[in-house]
């Protein structure tokens, strides 16, 4: 018997690290549940602690009763276990640079994360980015245009892959804070945005949007979302 999948999530709205797992996991083809944790309700963290074995972090996948957090992981996860799902790429050195792609993404880019933190309910075309943001956009698309020319795209190494999933919530900062980007990086993240996967992950968060309504009358958020998505509208 197989053990069951679990991914352990936070709300698809604001949580760029969970939509990363799930995009590994939906990628995959492996069959697998969801746990979704509102990562601003009162008293969350209890729950969310014990879904992930007292990790408290999200992406967390659960494997039976073995328990595998940190992003990384969870994609090599899904990768060792669908092989054919050509979440990494097939050639050593590509395979290699995706990697080094990846990790620069999860341990860098610290001022575009802060000060453009993923929100998929609302464009905010008045943002007016800092130096800092800006630099961390140049360097994106200093990582990016080299494969992208080489693969020919429409991904880094042309077929979707974990690498892609990566930087799915840049894409979405770069739509929704309209920051300035190259042809090539444009041509790149909307196609990111506009992969099945991701669009289904922005129309589920559309459900989550009329819960949230709810969730803000009962937490006494008032008008915190405003309910429309434009990033569908695109
Ligand atoms: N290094 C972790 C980062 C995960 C992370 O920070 N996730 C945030 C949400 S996007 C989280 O779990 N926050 C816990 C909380 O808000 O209590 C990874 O790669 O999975």
């Keep these: 018997m197989t053990d069951t999948l679990t991914l352990v999530l936070g709300n698809r709205t604001y949580s760029s690290w969970s939509l990363r797992g799930w995009l590994f996991l939906a990628q995959s083809g492996l069959p697998f549940e969801e746990e979704m944790f509102w990562l601003d309700e009162p008293g ?74 993923m929100n998929l309910s609302n464009r905010f075309p008045d943002f007016k980015p800092s130096d800092a943001v800006l630099a961390d956009v140049a360097k994106l698309e200093a990582m990016w245009e080299p494969c992208l020319l080489r693969s020919g795209g429409p991904f880094l190494f042309g077929a979707f892959g974990a690498v892609d999933a990566f930087f799915a919530p840049v894409a979405a900062r770069i739509y929704t804070f309209c920051l300035p980007v190259s042809d090539v990086a444009k ?15 922005i129309a589920d968060a559309t459900e989550e949007q009329n819960v949230q309504r709810e969730r803000n009358d009962r937490l006494s958020k008032g008008g915190y979302l405003p309910g429309d998505w434009p990033i569908l509208k695109r």
């Design 187 to 201: 041509a790149y993240t909307d196609a990111i945005l506009d992969h099945p996967l991701m669009r289904q992950w």
């Design 44 to 117: 969350y963290r209890e729950g969310l602690l014990a879904a992930t074995g007292g990790i408290g972090t999200v992406p967390t996948l659960r494997v039976g009763s073995r328990v595998i957090s940190e992003s990384m992981a969870v994609a090599e996860y899904a990768a060792e276990a669908a092989p054919d799902a050509g979440l990494w790429p097939a050639d050593a050195l590509d395979r290699a640079e995706a990697r080094s792609l990846a990790a620069r993404m999860h341990a860098g880019f610290t001022d575009l994360r802060r000060e453009c933190p």
